[in-house]
């Protein structure tokens, strides 16, 4: 059990949250779900708990009520290798959600999401590539690295 777990607050979707996120991450799995027993706050046999992992990192997803929402305070960075995982990460992510900048994006349940290079800190090494970064949505590998030289 790694020490810190992401707890993640839906309103009435967190298995549908859940299978999408599945459907994106190629090493993901559920570890466990906790349905509603009688006298719960939702309906009898719904999902209140779902524990799963995306890539060795570790969630709770909770149906737990409009009470709380998503937004950019906290966000989930994805490291990608090549520009080959950016593109499917942002692509798959931003479906339903929306494309923010610098490599930034909200998936269709509110969650906030980075997509960004492994090597961001060396891409980022000049104020040029930094100009070039500020002007993107989705990150360019080739474009950040050509900015550097200049």
């Avoid at 999408?20 to 309906?43: C, D, T």
């Avoid at 980022?124 to 030289?149: F, G, P, T, Y």
């Amino acid at each position: 059990m790694q020490p810190i777990i992401p707890f993640l607050w839906y309103n009435t979707n967190a298995e549908e949250a859940v299978a999408f996120y599945q459907s994106i991450f190629e090493q993901s799995r559920i570890l466990s779900v906790k349905r509603n027993g009688k006298g719960a706050p939702g309906p009898e046999g719904a999902v209140m708990l779902i524990s799963f992992e995306l890539n060795g990192q570790q969630f709770i997803a909770l149906n737990g009520g409009p009470h709380f929402t998503f937004n950019e305070a906290v966000s989930f960075v994805v490291s990608c290798k090549t520009q080959r995982e950016i593109d499917h990460y942002w692509e798959r992510l931003t479906e339903g959600g929306s494309a923010g900048q610098c490599g930034w994006l909200k998936d269709k349940f509110g969650v906030s999401w980075q997509v960004v290079p492994t090597d961001i800190d060396q891409l980022l090494s000049s104020d040029k590539a930094m100009q070039a970064m500020m002007k993107m949505s989705k990150l360019e590998i080739e474009v950040l690295k050509q900015a550097n030289k200049e």
